[in-house]
C-alpha cells in the first residue's frame, strides 16, 4: 500500500504553468507504476499521464499531449507533473494514484488501488 499527497494546485492564466508534487509513503512506491487523473466540475474522473516504476515508460492522453511531462524520483519517493501552455480545459481536482506493485503500467483509473486527496488547478484569467 501506498499513501499519497498532492500538492502545487493553484490558479493560473492561460498560457502559463504549472508544476505538481505527489509525495509517496510505503515501500512499494518504487515497484508501482504511477499515474495522473483528473476531475473536471461536474465530469468523471480522466486519465492524464502515467510512468512505470523505473520511469522508463509514459503515457499520455491525446489532450495533454506535448504540454505536460509526468516524471519521478524514487529516492525521493516522489511523482511530478508538469503542465506547460494550461488552457481553461484543464481546469481540475487533479489526483495521483498508484498501481499495486508489479502491476504493468495502465491508463483506467480501475487498475489504480491507491490514490491522494487531489489538489485544485484552475487556469482562468
Known amino acids: 500500500q501506498v499513501q499519497l499527497a498532492e500538492s502545487g494546485g493553484e490558479l493560473v492564466q492561460p498560457g502559463g504553468s504549472l508544476s505538481l508534487s505527489c509525495a509517496a509513503s510505503?515501500?512499494?512506491?518504487?515497484?508501482?507504476?504511477m499515474g495522473w487523473f483528473r476531475q473536471p466540475p461536474g465530469e468523471e474522473r480522466e486519465f492524464v499521464a502515467a510512468?512505470?516504476?523505473?520511469?522508463?515508460?509514459?503515457y499520455y492522453s491525446d489532450s495533454v499531449k506535448g504540454r505536460f511531462t509526468i516524471s519521478r524520483d524514487n529516492a525521493k519517493n516522489a511523482l511530478y507533473l508538469q503542465m506547460n501552455s494550461l488552457k481553461p480545459d484543464d481546469t481540475a481536482v487533479y489526483y495521483c494514484?498508484?498501481?499495486?506493485?508489479?502491476?504493468?503500467?495502465?491508463?483506467?483509473?480501475?487498475?489504480?488501488?491507491?490514490w491522494g486527496q487531489g489538489t485544485q488547478v484552475t487556469v482562468s484569467s
Open positions: 510505503g515501500r512499494t512506491f518504487r515497484n508501482s507504476a
Open positions: 510512468i512505470s516504476p523505473l520511469g522508463r515508460t509514459t
Open positions: 494514484a498508484a498501481q499495486p506493485s508489479g502491476i504493468p503500467i495502465a491508463t483506467s483509473p480501475r487498475r489504480y488501488n491507491d
